[in-house]
């Protein structure tokens, strides 16, 4: 079974511009979740999607956004990128079915560097 | 609310040594534990999780992890460590009443010296 997938890679954008990053799940798999990766504040919650509705969203602006699509494909979009938009952002992606103890799967990341 | 505390950022030991990586928690409802371990330039691998069954738990790679609620601690050990051990490790508490989102520690980077 392939892995959750992150596309791009990586990823340079200057500020002010927005950027979509995408996020394949494991298949069958129905819940996506984001994180921010950063060496100052560690990994933090942006949101989970499940079955194309926002289930659960942590403490980030309005300039992070997110989306899911019927096949469970997610994107998030950062608007107005600012310096401290630089991170690697994870997806994450799970059934969704199983509740608190269930595993989730980590993509390898998208590394966003805001200049 | 819920949070993790990893103490220590960073712990070398020599290869064959006892790997001892420091995690506690907290919470006000029953938590569900997981270390994850991330290599560089890559995405958060699942090593093992306590979910309220045996408080000892056995993971992948030779880890294990033991659940003591009066100590509200979820501290990873591993009894020889080899050089592929070497990388970052998260511990992180979800719970029922917070979304079942992950509440990660900053993370302990490990260093094996040969």
């Known amino acids: 079974k392939a892995g959750v997938t992150q596309t791009p890679r990586y990823l340079i954008k200057t500020r002010g511009q927005q950027v979509t990053l995408s996020c394949s799940p494991i298949s069958g798999h129905r819940s996506v979740s984001w994180y921010q990766q950063t060496p100052g504040q560690g990994l933090q919650f942006l949101f989970e999607y499940f079955s194309e509705t926002q289930r659960n969203k942590g403490n980030f602006p309005g300039r992070f956004s997110g989306r899911q699509f019927s096949n469970s494909r997610s994107e998030m979009n950062v608007s107005t990128l600012e310096l401290g938009d630089s991170a690697l952002y994870l997806c994450?992606?799970?059934?969704?079915?199983?509740?608190?103890?269930?595993?989730?799967?980590f993509g390898p990341g998208t590394r966003l560097l805001v200049l | 609310a819920q949070s993790v505390t990893q103490l220590g950022s960073h712990v070398s030991v020599s290869e064959g040594a006892l790997v001892l990586l420091r995690c506690n928690y907290s919470s006000s409802v029953p938590p569900y534990l997981f270390w994850y371990v991330q290599y560089p330039n890559q995405g958060l691998q699942l090593l093992l999780k306590y979910t309220s069954a045996a408080t000892l738990v056995k993971g992948i790679n030779g880890f294990e992890a033991e659940f003591k609620k009066s100590e509200t601690s979820f501290h990873l050990t591993k009894p020889s460590a080899h050089m592929s051990d070497a990388a970052e490790y998260f511990c992180?508490?979800?719970?029922?009443?917070?979304?079942?989102?992950?509440?990660f520690g900053t993370g302990t980077s490990l260093t094996v010296i040969p």
């Open positions: 992180a508490v979800r719970t029922s009443n917070t979304g079942n989102q992950f509440y």
């Open positions: 994450a992606s799970s059934s969704g079915l199983a509740g608190v103890g269930e595993t989730q799967y």
